[in-house]
């Protein structure tokens, strides 16, 4: 009895393995190909005449108008920045400068390419944030945890100074017990809804 169990099951595994990687198989050429069509280079359109050119021209223009949409505003941008903040000056509170020195590593970082996002509140930005920057990592450098917590009080006065220019009614703070989230250092309070605000 346990010998032809045995061999039951012995001719059922293999089948059942073989279609199996028979449907794997097929899946996969499936995959392959979609793979190979979307890496395939896109053939130019023949442009024969003014009209063909110009509806390549408007389709070209459809498609930059829908990548533009795709591109983050200041308000996908700043709680990347805000978290990298937050963890900043949790990691030096305790002396973990490494931390500390990689979060303004990647302030700067994201400070530099916030023009690309809006001109106008990238240079803001840039201009409240580079100096207080270079303080904070000067301190974390040193190792320093008094010049640590006055370039952090200095950076939160240029971040409120920051926000304020350009119509945002958020304040920032280092006190946990007044922030929003762990994630986002900002101050909650009675406000209205500003008026024309973009962040």
């Known amino acids: 009895m346990k010998h032809s169990m045995f061999f039951t ?4 595994v293999p089948v059942s393995l073989s279609i199996s990687g028979v449907a794997l198989g097929s899946q996969h050429s499936v995959h392959d190909r979609m793979m190979s069509e979307q890496a395939a280079p896109v053939k130019e359109p023949e442009l024969k005449t003014l009209d063909d050119l110009a509806k390549e021209i408007k389709a070209l223009r459809q498609r930059l108008a ?5 591109k983050p505003r200041f308000t996908n941008f700043m709680p990347d920045y805000a ?6 000056h949790r990691a030096g509170d305790v002396g973990d400068w490494a931390v500390a020195a990689h ?4 302030m700067r970082r994201l400070t530099g390419i916030s023009k690309y996002i809006d001109p106008k509140l990238g240079a803001l ?3 409240f ?6 303080k904070l990592r000067e301190a974390v450098e040193h190792g320093n945890p008094k010049s640590f917590q006055a370039a952090l009080v200095d950076t939160v006065a240029s971040c409120n100074g920051c926000h304020q220019a350009s119509g945002s009614t958020l304040g920032v703070t280092v006190k ?3 922030t929003m989230s762990m994630r986002h250092p900002h101050l909650l309070g009675k406000t209205t809804v500003p008026k024309d605000h973009g962040h």
Do not use: T, Y
């Not at 944030?129 to 270079?134: A, E, I, P, S, V």
């Open 9 to 12: 099951l012995s001719a059922i």
């Open 66 to 70: 829908g990548l533009e949409a795709l």
């Open 83 to 88: 978290e990298r903040f937050h963890v900043m």
């Open 103 to 106: 979060e303004i590593d990647e």
């Open 125 to 127: 930005l840039q201009a």
């Open 129 to 134: 944030m580079d100096g207080n920057l270079r």
């Open 176 to 178: 946990v017990s007044d």
